[in-house]
């Protein structure tokens, strides 16, 4: 019989929580670049709105090509932007 190899690899948790979240630095970014959410939408072509989804951390899923011109405009890295925040360890 073989031996099992080892798997360094978690099997997720059953809820999304659990694994931690992502976090979207946005409405940082602006403060700190002294910039409207308008003069922001109309340098990235984008609506207000959807602005305002990333800004308050209301996405579900992120969008590449959203994150490249955000990244952009702001003259930033993509890990000054968003950030993964691991879960908390249960004791």
């Known amino acids: 019989m073989r031996a099992k190899k080892y ?3 978690r099997k997720l948790p059953e809820t999304a929580e659990e694994y931690g979240e992502i976090k979207i630095h946005l409405s940082e970014l602006i403060e700190k670049r002294e910039v409207s959410l308008n003069q922001l939408s109309f340098r990235t072509e984008m609506q207000r709105s ?3 989804s990333y800004r ?3 996405i579900q899923r992120l969008d590449i090509d959203i994150l490249k011109r955000l990244c952009y405009v702001l003259d930033c890295d993509l890990t000054d932007l968003i950030e993964y925040i691991p879960p908390k360890k249960q004791d």
Do not use: Y
């Open 50 to 52: 959807q602005l305002r």
């Open 56 to 58: 308050d951390n209301k």
């Open 7 to 9: 798997n360094p690899l």
